[in-house]
């Protein structure tokens, strides 16, 4: 009975064990598919791709403009803030461009170098930018992204998804799906050393009740 007890908690703890396996690869897919259809065409759209050098020209601060929603027009609930423009001397063609924050601040708004939220405080934003503007100026000299097709002559200063931000957002459903597969493969070999085994068992069992009876039987003789 003890036997059998054991043999029945090892099955259902294989069981487990398969299920969270394939629970972990189904997750890590869908991880997959999640990051392929939202960051990676996202990444591939950028065109700001190579790092250069970039020196501030000027950084000024204009009059106030709205933030414009992604159609290009003025919600009835659009804020208003100072509009920042940095120009900057372009090292690898020497030309003038304008930065911008990110790829994403020229599609909101490509007049500022800089948008803030729409539901920050109109005084912390007017403080930022003018810490933003200060600090340009301060610090002149500083790496940023071009594209090197020429599609785009503006520049930015940083990229939302940068290779090695790409590889570590892989990183997590690729742990999750080899654990899976890790978990699964152990499962199997165990199921099969277990079969094994117990044919191993059921065979000398088989074997030792065949001796029994031929002893019998040369008894009997």
């Known amino acids: 009975m003890l036997g059998k ?7 259902r703890g294989e069981t487990r064990a398969l299920c969270l396996g394939l629970g972990m690869v189904a997750c890590s897919m869908m991880m997959y598919f999640f990051i392929g259809i939202t960051i990676v065409p996202f990444y591939t759209k950028s065109v700001w791709t190579t790092e250069t050098v970039c020196k501030v020209l000027r950084a000024t601060i204009e009059d106030k403009d709205p933030c414009l ?15 920042l423009q940095v ?22 708004n490509p007049k500022c170098s800089y948008v803030p939220g729409n539901s920050e405080n109109p005084k912390e934003v007017q403080a930022r930018i003018e810490t933003i503007a200060s600090n340009f100026k301060k610090y002149q000299t500083f790496p940023c ?16 998804y940068p290779p090695r931000g790409l590889l570590f957002t892989f990183l997590w459903p690729t742990l999750m799906f080899t654990g899976g597969c ?7 070999i165990s199921q099969t050393s277990h079969t094994i085994m117990n044919g ?15 002893g019998d039987q040369t008894t009997v003789v």
């Open 200 to 214: 191993q068992i059921w065979k000398c069992c088989t074997e030792q009740c065949h001796f029994t009876r031929a």
């Open 87 to 108: 120009w900057v001397n372009l090292t690898a063609s020497g030309q003038e461009v304008m930065l911008y924050q990110t790829e994403d601040t020229l599609e909101r």
């Open 182 to 188: 890790l978990i699964i493969i152990l499962v199997k």
């Open 69 to 83: 929603n992604s159609k290009g027009s003025e919600d009835e609930g659009a804020t208003h803030y100072p509009c």
């Open 145 to 160: 992204y071009y594209d090197p097709g020429g599609t785009q002559t503006n520049v930015i200063l940083s990229r939302i």
């Open 5 to 11: 007890k054991l043999v029945t908690a090892q099955k």
